[in-house]
Nanobody, 123 residues
Framework: VQLQASGGGLVQAGGSLRLSCAAS????????VGWFRQAPGMEREFVAG????????FYRDSVKGRFTISRDNAKATVYLQMSSLKPEDTANYYC?????????????????WGQGTQVTVSS
């Protein structure tokens, strides 16, 4: 499975962005997907996760009610809709996938990774 993240950019606080994670590979639809982020000098942290069929999702507390993860397996794409963005959301955002990864927040449990897409929120 190969992943390609896109959709990052510069936005003012309170604004919105939608990130996309496009996948290639026949087994993508069998994989749970997670979004992670990493700010300079900080550890990579879990943001949101979605099960293989999109039936279950979970989020880190600080983004609940503001971010929504979804997927379209027909398009082999996972989305992260981000609203009410805050300066502390500024980071490089990564998507990752793994067959047994749903429900986990540790980056080490995700097998496949895309390159990051930068999100910058100005105050």
């Amino acid at each position: 499975v190969q992943l390609q993240a896109s959709g990052g950019g510069l936005v003012q606080a309170g604004g919105s962005l939608r990130l996309s994670c496009a996948a290639s590979g026949r087994t993508f639809s069998n994989n749970a997907v997670g979004w992670f982020r990493q700010a300079p000098g900080m550890e990579r942290e879990f943001v949101a996760g979605i099960s293989w069929n999109g039936g279950s999702t979970f989020y880190r507390d600080s983004v609940k009610g503001r971010f929504t993860i979804s997927r379209d397996n027909a398009k082999a794409t996972v989305y992260l809709q981000m609203s009410s963005l805050k300066p502390e959301d500024t980071a490089n955002y990564y998507c990752a996938a793994g067959i047994n990864s749903y429900g986990t927040r540790s980056p080490s449990t995700y097998r496949y990774w895309g390159q990051g897409t930068q999100v910058t929120v100005s105050s």
